[in-house]
């Protein structure tokens, strides 16, 4: 296994622009989660899942966020009408579920850049 | 209440010792976390601490924990130059959700 792959690593786009961003995570697996990095920040919990459910969202992703796990496996952000301040980078992570600690693993991230 | 601070930066000369330090406001934290960021790199966990637990060490890594002050430290042993990084304490109170600090930029000069 390669570790949580995220796609594409970097996207300019134009405001009112939609973007969706793809992560690939650890296989065995079943927790996936998105995060959001701003500069000079640590990153925001936005979403995460269990299996196929997505079961919290921060009040941070607003109607034009959605995200989804279809089959359990990837998942994809989308980001609708993208405006200036949805520049970030965007990680997503990934864990298996037991008791103790919840130790993530990150992907690089996708950089957003809206001009 | 979900908050962490962290001091923003650290410059720390080739084998001396880093302190990096953390306080956070939830007493109902479970775990502490601290992670590393390179450039260009996602977040990769270095370790982690039990809430009921004061120290863990770790080859060069030693954490402190002071529950009565909500304090956790991050001690690097003989730090190298692989070690200039970002730094991010982390705490978490349920079972899926981490609420990091703004992070520490270390800084190793020769």
């Known amino acids: 296994d390669t570790g949580v792959s995220q796609d594409p690593r970097h996207k300019i786009t134009k405001r009112g622009q939609n973007v969706t961003f793809r992560c690939d995570p650890i296989s065995e697996h079943n927790r996936l989660y998105w995060y959001r990095q701003t500069l000079g920040q640590g990153p925001e919990f936005l979403t995460y899942?269990?299996?196929?459910?997505?079961?919290?969202k921060s009040r941070l992703l607003s109607d034009r966020f959605s995200a989804e796990r279809p089959k359990g496996s990837f998942s994809t952000l989308e980001i609708q009408r993208t405006e200036q301040g949805d520049s970030a980078m965007y990680l997503c992570?990934?864990?298996?579920?037991?008791?103790?600690?919840?130790?993530?693993?990150f992907g690089a991230g996708s950089r957003l850049t809206v001009l | 209440g979900e908050d962490v601070e962290q001091s923003l930066f650290l410059s720390v000369r080739e084998g001396d010792s880093s302190v990096i330090n953390c306080t956070y406001t939830d007493s109902s934290s479970t775990y502490l976390y601290w992670y590393k960021q390179e450039p260009g790199a996602g977040l990769q966990l270095l370790t982690y601490i039990f809430s009921n637990m004061d120290m863990k060490q770790d080859q060069r890594l030693t954490v402190l924990l002071n529950k009565k002050d909500k304090h956790l430290s991050l001690r690097i042993a003989d730090t190298q130059t692989g070690d200039s990084a970002i730094y991010f304490c982390a705490e978490s109170y349920n079972d899926y959700k981490l609420s990091f600090g703004a992070g520490t930029t270390v800084t190793v000069r020769a």
């Open positions: 992570a990934s864990s298996l579920e037991g008791g103790g600690a919840n130790v993530l693993t």
């Open positions: 899942f269990q299996n196929e459910a997505q079961l919290e």
